[in-house]
């Protein structure tokens, strides 16, 4: 069992900055594939950027140029970097981790979600 935890949430105004954290309990083939989503009550979850085991990334649209994932492996750490924050990007942030791969769009698709998912972290955007 791989245990996620995310960290770096809170409150920020629009144009701002924040960075979140998720330390795993291990990185081995179980967090071959990373990832962070987000969700706001009543919508589905929304996948935002995922990173493969060679640093290969990939960003939903929304997100793209504004947000950097990246990890250390050293430290079993997974980031985003969220720069020019906008009231639409509020929400929980959830990391999540795969050893076949990460969906961004699993929801919307009706794919299986990614086997490892960490508790969660609050960001809202103010103006």
């Known amino acids: 069992q791989v245990n996620l935890v995310e960290s770096g949430g809170g409150s920020v105004q629009t144009g701002g900055s924040l960075r979140l954290s998720c330390t795993a309990s291990e990185f081995t083939a179980a967090t071959t594939h990373m990832g962070w989503f987000r969700q706001v009550p009543g919508k589905k979850r929304e996948g935002v950027a995922a990173i493969d085991s060679v640093g290969s990334t990939s960003y939903a649209d929304s997100v793209r140029g504004r947000f950097t994932i990246s990890k250390d492996t050293a430290k079993k750490t997974l980031y985003l970097q969220m720069n020019n924050l906008k009231f639409e990007d509020t929400a929980t942030y959830y990391c999540?981790?795969?050893?076949?791969?990460?969906?961004?769009?699993?929801?919307?698709?009706?794919?299986?979600?990614?086997?490892?998912w960490g508790q969660g972290t609050q960001v809202t955007v103010s103006s």
């Open positions: 999540a981790a795969d050893p076949g791969g990460i969906v961004l769009r699993f929801a919307e698709m009706g794919w299986p979600q990614p086997r490892y």
